[in-house]
């Protein structure tokens, strides 16, 4: 519980000063100007007289308890005040000093020093380097924020104090209630996964917004994310999304695997709600925090110009809801209502001339049908526009249906006070058509993650232990990357069906091995030190004959030689080709989440079209399912014009058996399954080509 920082009964603002261009001062006056209940106790070595408040010099001179401590003062006289709040008993410090570990290894240590203070007296930290907390439900602003933003129902979350401040400010312009703002800075001790924890608890928190600049802790976040996102919606906005990371990894996963996917991953396995951009964030939670949840993708809009509503039916189809069809009793009503030259159908065009009473009559009809789900109120200012009275009227109706209403009421200075009656009464308004459709796409993602199956993670039959021999072999002979042959024999004691494969290490063998095949073979080039064998001239497709098999053996050997001097050549592997489709499963590290698992199109086309989809490794069967049919092009598999219906219930266990390889040994550190064979349906996939690395 972290009630210490929402419900004080009692703060002390240690380095509060009399000065008022400081933020010892800023800080003591929003807390007493926000109108905190509780005591207030101002902390200052010279002692005296603070904003009418006794000045104490330090913190055990307080007789009373003290819950909460502000700290405001140079980083380098932090960690003994601290001290001093733990032996006072406090039981929670909000450092908003900076100097820490933002600061190089100076600052680093200090930080260190004051995470063992705090684990010491059992105190919870928010901070340092941060902006403070805000709770306008207990009327609390412990921070430097310019003021108090309105009593609302979303929670936001801040790694930037500055973006913090940005958004508050934004917040209180457009009258968007919050119900807890916390900045958490460096986050020593409290992080975003304490805080969505605590949010999701809160009676008075509808959404929990984010502003993340990483996880330090994947799997828990996953966890406790998957938890609340039960209870009410998350909805994080993350920084940094093209920065591209593993540029040193050797794998097809590893180079396409940018630094961003795993966070995707982990949002979809634990239903989080990712935005674009602070608007979208903001556009999200509007909807969330102030309407019901959308029950359908049934969208009716309601306009008095035809313009914006062809926008928003564009935006409709664009992002995968539907377009209501009325009922034959609705548009017969409508008919009866509107001018003749009004459009009856979805969406309803009342005309420009529409006075605030037949809108809304024309509005209730709408929600009134069982086809809709949800309304969009358009309204652009025209000449005889009641648009306070029409905004009136979207209020008044929308409270006889638990139906998603928005609004999309259009314009800059006529239109304001109609949007301020829309906003004041929980109908959330978008200038733009656009916004309003997307903002209803969010709704509709969350109640399908709601109402799916999540899935199990089965359990299969392995040979754990042999796998566990084979890997302290590897890691006893120093190989920390192993190739086709060894990789096959690995992933066949999980119970993935493998090519059949023979390694000739000279021209008489390869002849031999061809005729055991005795078919039309593939043959590639086996050496520890080239890892992309095509870019070396080491795959030869389609060899019929002995001959050619024979030729193809010379020319492989003598293009990895050309490729790379030094290279050491164990042989040529020669398989049988097999008739199917070629996808890629392969596995890389992430820093925050562990191993992240890949599925998409195989082969060369893998980096070329990176149509592919991932997951943070536990996955469970709906992720499998998820994962094969997120890829564009997963049509392939299910059937396409001559192109037979592809086993995708082997993929599926395929999958799910690499997930839990990696499991298992968390030393596995990359993996690529390239190509998988995808066979016809019911006939199962047959990993072809396999390479492990693994960190020792």
């Given at each position: 519980m972290l009630t210490q920082f929402f419900n004080p009964e009692s703060v002390a603002v240690i380095g509060a000063s009399t000065n008022p261009e400081k933020l010892g001062f800023k800080v003591l006056k929003n807390i007493i100007d926000g109108g905190f209940e509780g005591k207030i106790f101002p902390v200052n070595p010279k002692g005296g007289e603070i904003l009418n408040l006794k000045c104490y010099k330090n913190i055990s001179e307080i007789s009373e308890k003290v819950d909460l401590a502000v700290i405001i003062i140079p980083s380098k006289f932090v960690c003994e005040v601290a001290k001093e709040c733990g032996e006072k008993g406090v039981k929670g410090l909000i450092v908003i000093s900076a100097g820490f570990k933002e600061t190089g290894e100076e600052g680093k240590k200090r930080e260190e020093e004051l995470k063992e203070i705090v684990k010491k007296?059992?105190?919870?930290?928010?901070?340092?380097?941060?902006?403070?907390?805000?709770?306008?439900?207990?009327?609390?602003?412990?921070?430097?924020?310019?003021?108090?933003?309105?009593?609302?129902?979303?929670?936001?979350?801040?790694?930037?104090?500055?973006?913090?401040?940005?958004?508050?400010?934004?917040?209180?312009?457009?009258?968007?209630?919050?119900?807890?703002?916390?900045?958490?800075?460096?986050?020593?001790?409290?992080?975003e996964i304490d805080l969505i924890e605590e949010f999701g608890k809160d009676p008075n928190t509808n959404a929990i917004l984010l502003y993340l600049e990483g996880i330090d802790n994947g799997r828990e976040f996953i966890n406790v994310a998957k938890k609340i996102s039960q209870k009410k919606p998350i909805i994080i906005v993350k920084s940094g999304r093209t920065e591209q990371g593993g540029k040193a990894v050797s794998s097809h996963t590893g180079s396409i695997a940018g630094s961003d996917s795993a966070y995707d991953a982990a949002f979809i396995q634990s239903g989080v709600i990712r935005a674009n951009s602070v608007?979208?964030?903001?556009?999200?939670?509007?909807?969330?925090s102030y309407q019901p949840l959308l029950k359908g993708d049934r969208i009716a809009i309601v306009t008095n110009a035809g313009g914006p509503a062809v926008m928003a039916v564009d935006a409709i189809e664009r992002e995968g809801l539907k377009l209501a069809t009325f009922k034959e009793k609705t548009e017969k009503f409508l008919k009866e209502l509107l001018p003749p030259a009004a459009n009856i159908h979805n969406p309803v065009d009342a005309l420009g001339d529409v006075l605030a009473d037949t809108y809304g009559k024309t509005l209730d009809t709408v929600l009134s049908d069982e086809n809709v789900d949800g309304v969009i109120a358009i309204l652009t200012p025209q000449v005889v526009t009641q648009i306070p009275e029409t905004a009136e009227k979207v209020v008044e109706i929308s409270k006889k249906y638990n139906k998603t209403v928005v609004g999309c009421f259009m314009g800059g200075k006529r239109i304001a006070k109609g949007i301020d009656i829309l906003q004041n009464n929980s109908i959330p308004n978008?200038?733009?058509?656009?916004?309003?459709?997307?903002?209803?796409?969010?709704?509709?993602?969350?109640?399908?993650?709601?109402?799916?199956?999540?899935?199990?993670?089965?359990?299969?039959?392995?040979?754990?232990?042999?796998?566990g021999e084979l890997i302290k072999k590897f890691k006893e002979e120093g190989k920390r990357n192993i190739g086709d042959i060894e990789g096959r024999e690995m992933i066949s004691l999980y119970g993935i069906k493998v090519i059949n494969s023979f390694l000739a290490r000279n021209k008489e063998e390869c002849v031999e091995y061809f005729k055991r095949i005795g078919k039309n073979v593939v043959m590639k080039l086996v050496s520890p030190d080239i890892l992309h064998k095509t870019e070396a001239g080491g795959v030869k497709m389609n060899i019929t004959t002995p001959e050619e098999a024979e030729k193809a053996f010379e020319e492989i050997v003598k293009s990895a030689k050309e490729y790379k001097k030094d290279a050491e050549i164990i042989g040529v592997q020669i398989q049988p080709i097999l008739k199917g489709v070629e996808v890629i499963v392969g596995v890389t590290q992430d820093p925050q989440f562990g191993h992240l698992l890949m599925f998409g199109l195989g082969g060369i086309y893998v980096e070329l079209l990176k149509d592919v989809s991932f997951r943070v490794i536990p996955i469970t069967t709906t992720d499998a399912e998820e994962m094969i049919e997120e890829i564009k092009t997963s049509q392939i598999l299910s059937g396409f014009r001559n192109i037979p219906e592809r086993d995708?219930?082997?993929?599926?266990?395929?999958?799910?058996?690499?997930?839990?390889?990696?499991?298992?040994?968390?030393?596995?550190?990359?993996?690529?399954?390239?190509?998988?064979?995808?066979?016809?349906?019911?006939?199962?996939?047959?990993?072809?080509?396999?390479?492990?690395?693994?960190?020792f």
């Amino acid at each position: 519980m972290l009630t210490q920082f929402f419900n004080p009964e009692s703060v002390a603002v240690i380095g509060a000063s009399t000065n008022p261009e400081k933020l010892g001062f800023k800080v003591l006056k929003n807390i007493i100007d926000g109108g905190f209940e509780g005591k207030i106790f101002p902390v200052n070595p010279k002692g005296g007289e603070i904003l009418n408040l006794k000045c104490y010099k330090n913190i055990s001179e307080i007789s009373e308890k003290v819950d909460l401590a502000v700290i405001i003062i140079p980083s380098k006289f932090v960690c003994e005040v601290a001290k001093e709040c733990g032996e006072k008993g406090v039981k929670g410090l909000i450092v908003i000093s900076a100097g820490f570990k933002e600061t190089g290894e100076e600052g680093k240590k200090r930080e260190e020093e004051l995470k063992e203070i705090v684990k010491k007296y059992k105190m919870r930290l928010i901070g340092p380097n941060c902006l403070g907390v805000i709770d306008p439900v207990n009327k609390l602003n412990a921070s430097f924020a310019f003021e108090m933003p309105p009593k609302g129902k979303i929670s936001f979350i801040t790694q930037s104090g500055a973006l913090g401040t940005a958004i508050l400010d934004w917040a209180c312009r457009e009258n968007i209630g919050l119900s807890k703002f916390v900045s958490y800075g460096n986050k020593a001790d409290v992080s975003e996964i304490d805080l969505i924890e605590e949010f999701g608890k809160d009676p008075n928190t509808n959404a929990i917004l984010l502003y993340l600049e990483g996880i330090d802790n994947g799997r828990e976040f996953i966890n406790v994310a998957k938890k609340i996102s039960q209870k009410k919606p998350i909805i994080i906005v993350k920084s940094g999304r093209t920065e591209q990371g593993g540029k040193a990894v050797s794998s097809h996963t590893g180079s396409i695997a940018g630094s961003d996917s795993a966070y995707d991953a982990a949002f979809i396995q634990s239903g989080v709600i990712r935005a674009n951009s602070v608007e979208e964030l903001f556009d999200y939670a509007l909807i969330f925090s102030y309407q019901p949840l959308l029950k359908g993708d049934r969208i009716a809009i309601v306009t008095n110009a035809g313009g914006p509503a062809v926008m928003a039916v564009d935006a409709i189809e664009r992002e995968g809801l539907k377009l209501a069809t009325f009922k034959e009793k609705t548009e017969k009503f409508l008919k009866e209502l509107l001018p003749p030259a009004a459009n009856i159908h979805n969406p309803v065009d009342a005309l420009g001339d529409v006075l605030a009473d037949t809108y809304g009559k024309t509005l209730d009809t709408v929600l009134s049908d069982e086809n809709v789900d949800g309304v969009i109120a358009i309204l652009t200012p025209q000449v005889v526009t009641q648009i306070p009275e029409t905004a009136e009227k979207v209020v008044e109706i929308s409270k006889k249906y638990n139906k998603t209403v928005v609004g999309c009421f259009m314009g800059g200075k006529r239109i304001a006070k109609g949007i301020d009656i829309l906003q004041n009464n929980s109908i959330p308004n978008y200038l733009f058509p656009e916004r309003a459709v997307f903002s209803l796409k969010g709704m509709s993602l969350y109640r399908k993650y709601l109402e799916k199956d999540k899935g199990k993670i089965p359990e299969f039959e392995v040979e754990k232990e042999k796998v566990g021999e084979l890997i302290k072999k590897f890691k006893e002979e120093g190989k920390r990357n192993i190739g086709d042959i060894e990789g096959r024999e690995m992933i066949s004691l999980y119970g993935i069906k493998v090519i059949n494969s023979f390694l000739a290490r000279n021209k008489e063998e390869c002849v031999e091995y061809f005729k055991r095949i005795g078919k039309n073979v593939v043959m590639k080039l086996v050496s520890p030190d080239i890892l992309h064998k095509t870019e070396a001239g080491g795959v030869k497709m389609n060899i019929t004959t002995p001959e050619e098999a024979e030729k193809a053996f010379e020319e492989i050997v003598k293009s990895a030689k050309e490729y790379k001097k030094d290279a050491e050549i164990i042989g040529v592997q020669i398989q049988p080709i097999l008739k199917g489709v070629e996808v890629i499963v392969g596995v890389t590290q992430d820093p925050q989440f562990g191993h992240l698992l890949m599925f998409g199109l195989g082969g060369i086309y893998v980096e070329l079209l990176k149509d592919v989809s991932f997951r943070v490794i536990p996955i469970t069967t709906t992720d499998a399912e998820e994962m094969i049919e997120e890829i564009k092009t997963s049509q392939i598999l299910s059937g396409f014009r001559n192109i037979p219906e592809r086993d995708k219930e082997g993929i599926k266990d395929v999958l799910l058996r690499i997930s839990k390889l990696c499991t298992d040994f968390p030393e596995i550190k990359e993996m690529d399954i390239n190509p998988l064979i995808v066979m016809e349906k019911g006939k199962g996939a047959i990993a072809v080509d396999v390479r492990i690395s693994f960190k020792f």
